[in-house]
């Protein structure tokens, strides 16, 4: 069984705080996704990698930057937390790179940014 | 890029009836359709997918058809139960970055009793 991992089920920050949200896959595989999700806009990708030290950037990545160091481990970062990131952020990861396939879930994290 | 619309944004059946969701993409080069399924509070998984040189799926109660031809692909579900009740998000695959899937906007399926 594929196994995604994120840090935290719920986070409250403050504006203008650094924020981390860290995503762990179990099966190396070699893509994996960072999106937000809210309510009647569905899932919005943010960034995605293919490869350690690859990223690139999904439809909405103002605001948000990334890290992929190690192939297993896809951090998403808030440099400077706003109002309006808060939500919930679903991470994700897929068996090849560059291939459409099923996308394999982390259980979100809720963030409220105050 | 990718678009992809999904309707209803609601949708309440009786137990045992029929629910179909549908979903129309715009690029051409799309080749993958996938189906998720999110229960309250939980993750979303994956349910059934499509690729493009396929013109229907099934999966027990489950069946996807796609029509390459006008865009546009659905989600069926027969006989229906009440653990059918969840967000159901439709995906299309971007023709021009391999990897990449653009989601619906999500319907809520409720299935009462």
């Known amino acids: 069984d594929v196994k995604v991992t994120q840090s935290s089920r719920y986070l409250v920050k403050r504006t203008g705080e650094k924020v981390f949200l860290e995503c762990v896959q179990d099966m190396d595989h070699e893509n994996m996704f960072w999106y937000r999700q809210d309510p009647g806009l569905g899932l919005r990708l943010i960034y995605f990698?293919?490869?350690?030290?690859?990223?690139e950037k999904g439809d909405i990545p103002e605001g948000y930057s990334v890290s992929r160091e190690k192939k297993e481990r896809f951090s998403l970062i808030l440099e400077s937390a706003s109002t309006n990131q808060t939500s919930m952020y679903l991470c994700?990861?897929?068996?090849?790179?560059?291939?459409?396939?099923?996308?394999?879930f982390g259980p979100g994290t809720r963030l409220t940014v105050l | 890029g990718e678009n992809v619309e999904q309707h209803p944004s609601t949708l309440s059946v009786q137990e045992g009836d029929s629910a179909v969701i549908k979903c129309t993409y715009s690029?051409?080069?799309?080749?993958?359709f996938p189906w998720y399924k999110q229960e309250l509070g939980k993750r979303p998984q994956l349910i059934i997918d499509?690729?493009?040189?396929?013109g229907e799926k099934k999966d027990q109660r489950i069946a996807v058809t796609l029509n390459k031809t006008a865009k546009h692909f659905s989600l069926h579900i027969t006989e229906t139960q009440p653990e059918d009740s969840a967000v159901y998000f439709c995906a299309a695959s971007d023709g021009n970055q391999g990897g990449k899937l653009i989601f619906g906007q999500g319907t809520e399926l409720s299935v009462k009793p």
């Open positions: 690029d051409s080069a799309s080749n993958y």
């Open positions: 990698s293919y490869d350690v030290k690859m990223k």
């Open positions: 994700a990861s897929g068996r090849l790179a560059g291939s459409t396939d099923t996308q394999y």
């Open positions: 499509i690729r493009s040189n396929v």
